[in-house]
Structure formats: C-alpha cells, structure tokens
C-alpha cells in the first residue's frame, strides 16, 4: 500500500486498521481455499502472496464487492509464478506432513474443482454457498463435485463411508 | 474401518499445524519492501503479461533520469528476490542471418483518426461497457464483434461475466456503426457470452469466443448467413468444463480462419475443424501447444502460437516453462506439423500472437523476453516478426530495445495484423517498464492505464518493421492527456484500402480510421 507523500497519519492508521479488519476475516478463508486447491505449502504461500498484493493495492481492492474471490484468482496466478521460480528444483520433492500418507495422492487425483470442493466443506467446514462463491459456479455443482470426490476418494482409500 | 470424513477433518490439523495463519505483521512488513507482480495472461492476451520492474535494465541502458520521473508518479519500482537465473543482457549484438532490426525514430507512416463517439459504441450508456474485441471486412463493409457487460468491477479479457452480452456491430464505412439488437439475434442466452475473432466461412460468416453457463466456462461458436441473425453451433463436442480464470488458460475460442474448403478455430491447445461452420469436430494434435491465432493462405492454414514445457507439481498444479514461439501448419485443417519460429540466440523465450494472411504471404507477429527472470517480473518485452511465403522458411525481424515517446525498455504486444497494398501494418499495445502489469488484463477500465495503442509498420514485404511514432500516443491525445483507459488495439480490418482498429476505451468500443501517408 503506498500512501501518498503528506498523507495524515490517521488516515494511514485508518487504512492499516480497515485493512487489519479485513485480514482477520479474509486470511482464513483465502488460505483455505487456495490450500483446497494447490495443498498446504503452495496454497499458504500463494495465500500470503495475495495478501501482501492487497495490502499494496488496499485502495482498489478495499471497495471490491467480492475481494477474497478476486484474491483467489490473484493467488492462482501467483502460484503459478511462484512454480516457475522453483524451476532447477523437483517439485514432487516437496513434502507435507500426513496422518494418512495415501490421502494426498488420492487428493490429488481428483479434478481441481472436486479437490477444491471436498477440502472446503470437509476439512474446513465451509457451505455449499461459500464455495460456490469462491469457484464462481453453482451450489448444485458445487454438491456434484463434492459427491464425485468422496466417491473417489473413498474407492481410492478405501474407506467406507462412516465409521 | 476409517471414514474418509474423518480424513478430512485430520487434513486440516495436519496443514493448520505445519502451515499456521499469516501474521498480518508480516503482510504490512513486507509490503514495505516488496513489490509484488504477476506474469501469466490468457492465451492470445498472454503479450500484455511480463515486463516491468525494469530498473536495472533501465540502468544498463542510461534511463535513470526517466525513471526518477517516473518513480515519483508510480508505485515504487522496489525489486527483490530475483529469479536466481536472473541475467540482464544489453542490448542485441548477434542476430541470425534471417534477422533484421526494426528502425525506429522515423517519420509517421499513418495517420489515424477516432471515429466519433456514438451510442451503437457506447457513448453516453453509463449503466454498460462496449467491448469490442474483433473486426473484419464484411457485411455491409465491415462487420465487429465483442460483447457489453455491465458497468464497472472486475472483468476478465477472455472470460465473460454471467450477464455479458455477445454483441455484433456493423457498419458501411467504419465511421457510422450500428449494434445489432441482441434479443432475436441468436446471440443471447442464459449465460454470459463474448465474441472474440470473426471470419468470413461457412454459411456466411462464423464467430467465435466464449460461454459461461451455469459456472462453467467454455468455447463458443456461432454462423450466420447476413451476420444479423446468428446461430449458435458448439452444443456438442466441446470442452464441457473448463477454468474459470483466463489465466490458466481457458479453453475459450481465441482465433477463427476460413479456406474454401473448411474452417479452422483454435483456443489454447485445441484446434477444432469444420467443413460447413455447423458441425465441428476436435483435432487430436496429440501436443500441448498454445494457439493464440490462426490465418489462411494459399497453401494452407497456419496457427501461431507458443510450446512449453508442462510440469506438474504435488498437488496437481500445472505451470509452463521454456516457452517458445511455434507456428503449425496444415493443408486440410485436419493434420498439423509443428515447427519452432526462429528465435534470437540472445533471447529468454518468445510467444507468436497474431497472424495474418494474403496469398502465399504469412506474417507472425509477437514478443520475445530479454532476460531470463522466469517469473516475467523483470523483463521488457519487444515485438518481433516472423514472415514466411510456404510455411517452412521463416524470416525473422525484431528490436533488441523497445522505445516509445523517449520512454526506454516499454513492452509491445501484437494482437493483429494487416497485410496490404501499401504494408503490413501490426496492432496492438505498448507499456513502460516499472508498472505492475496486472493492472492491463485484470480490472476495471480505470485500471487499465499502462496500455496504450502502438502500431507497427512494415512498409513492404522483405522490409524492416518500423514502430508508428505517432501511434504510441493518438489514445491519449483522445484523453485530454489523461492516462488513458484503453488495452491498445484489439484487431484491425481494411475496407477501401483504409484501416479500422477497434479498442475499447473508457468503457466505450473505441474505432480509427488509418491512412498511409504519401
């Protein structure tokens, strides 16, 4: 966020305490929703790229009417930089920690949108409403990817249903 | 027996706790001493990506006294963390023997004038913005598409929004224009539609662009027989899902080209082939290559584009790398043969964007990067030209340097060409280095200030290109000198030995008249 020279300082304080109030709501739900897509280490650093892109842009993306949509797809696409940045390294070499080991593969098998649904309303709680927001589709498709992706899921771990 | 909801609800202990909450201290801190910049763009848009936070370039190159102007009118031009490959060399010294330099600081070649405003474009709709994307010879002299959307927010280049409006203009001389009303035309529906390249074929006429239905986006096809009435065609056989974000890399129609015996669309890595305009079908090319424009000539189709290398990572995540400018070629439409369009050895990747056609005559229009930061971030990217009469042999002409209105280092992106009796005129869009280019494919018109229309001219086949130098300026001049709010040129036409360039500024579909001058 640059604010312009002469700028009183409590309208600099406003902007950091608007923004503040803005992280603490958006932060969770951004990182979430990018660690549903891209897993735990790139999502959060995307995440944390996005964020840092609306600090800097705080006066333009404060007056959005969906910010944390918008920074999802400005965190995808810092993904995707951040990706080409690690070219010289294997990018299967990045590890994360999981109580099941089969479960990220299996994740992974799915389509981006039924992991993104799955993770979202299974491991982070969200609504069928919210997601459909954050994917720009419809809560009956966000219902089918979340069935279709348990389904797989279930055959690939094999795992039941309840427990 | 575990359930796998229960693995789900452990997934998120297992990645809160290795990757904990962002400290928003951290996220105020480091924006004090980064600047955050984004390089990917859809296919055909993926020129007005890259470039800027050219400092040291622009050091390397004696800009220091512009660029103090223009550190103290833009965002800080602080730079950090660069790709450790990162190399700045100066300027080209070694070129193939195929290549030739492109003069520049010659006299105009053109004279271009905008049309007036008018309401069919526009101009006095508050509650909409016309885009207009495409143009072509046609109709009653000249026939446009794109699409109107609602006033203000977020849009994306290729991607409509939900309510968007594929809109169809025409006009007899490129002055006055005339919108065709979108109910009853066969261009309306229950979703958000876009038209992108238009071309003469089929029953008539095809366009071609992108739906959004029910949260799905994907290529669309529409014929006409007047280009009044339109009737939409890719109900089957069409991507049925693809991103939403034009950044991945949208399956969404790009480029359309017609011979007398077929007609081609390509979008991203697909090709598709039709004999009448009705029925499509997919090409198999069994290769990822990224097509952003396609033309026709004597000998066959040609589409140009990019190849990559596709990695993918833990999650499933795909990126690209080593990109090169690639054209491909066909006679029939249907069996395509791929060859690397010729590069600088001093070049960092090249992506080809624009083709046009006219008899034997091919020209590939694009931009190369001169550096080696992977991330695009500090890069400025010059226009570089390929032309070919079979579709084997390529000539290249580039610039090592780019320069616009004494500016150093700016960045082009060709988005159309024209070959005509007087020259082959490139359109397209120039920016200065130091801006962050997200602003020129994401957002509101009033976010689009960086772009500003260039035109490139070479004056006769076989010789050297040369950057139009009143060009770089005429959008902003239509401004009052405000910082404009246009993309460049989208796509240029010639009717009567004149060209018409279609933009879009301040929300309204923006045309010009261009003549040779004697």
Redesign the interface.
Known sequence: ??LAEGTPLDAQQEQ?ES??RF??EA??RL?HGL?A????????EA???A???A??HWD?ISV??NPVG?LY??G??????N???R??TN??A?T?????PA??KA????S??Q?SS??LR???GWTYAEI?EL????VP?VQKHVSRG?DK??AE?K????? | ???????????????E???P??D?E???G??DS???R???VPARRRWVAAAAAGAIVLALVGGVAFLGQLIAEE??PVITQP???TSLPGPTTSLPSSTTLVDQGVAPFMTWERVPPQASLGAGDEQHEYLMHTVIEGGPGLIAGGRVRTAG??YWYDMPAADDEAAVWTSEDGVSWDRIPAEGSGLDGPGGYSIHDLVAGGPGYVAVGAAVE???IGPAIWVSENALVWTRVDSAGFTP?G???P??GTATSAAVAASDDGIVAVAAEEIWFSSDGWDWQQVDTGLWKDFSDVAYADWGFVAAGEDYEV???????V???NERPIAATSRDGLTWEYLDLPEADTWFGAQATAIAAANEEVVVGGNYRTNGN???SINNMPPAFWTSTNGSDWDLSHIPQFSVDGIPNASAGIRSLAITDSGTVAVGGWWPPLLTQ?RAF??TTG?LEEMRNAVWVSPAQGEPWREDPRAGTFALEELDGQIGTTMGFDDIAVLDGRLVGVSTIAGEAAVWIGEWTD
């Open positions: 966020m640059e950091r923004f503040t992280f603490e932060e969770p990182r660690i897509r891209y897993g735990g280490e790139s999502g959060s995440a944390a790229d964020m840092t892109y600090w800097e333009r959005m009417d918008y797809r400005v995808r696409t810092f993904f995707r930089r990706q080409r940045r070219v010289g990018p299967k990045v994360e920690p999981w109580t099941e479960l990220p994740l992974r098998d799915l981006n949108r992991r799955v993770v299974h491991s982070f459909a994917l720009g589709v419809s498709t348990l899921l279930r771990l795992v039941g249903s309840h427990a | 027996m575990r359930d796998v909801l229960q693995l789900l609800e452990q997934y998120r202990e297992d990645v706790a290795e990757f909450p962002q928003i951290d996220v105020l480091l924006s980064r600047t955050v984004i390089s990917r965002d800080p790709a450790p490959s927010g977020i029910d949260g799905f899902e991103e939403m974000s950044a991945s990695v993918r990572d833990d999650s499933g995540g990126f690209r790398e992977l991330g695009g997200v994401w957002g976010w």
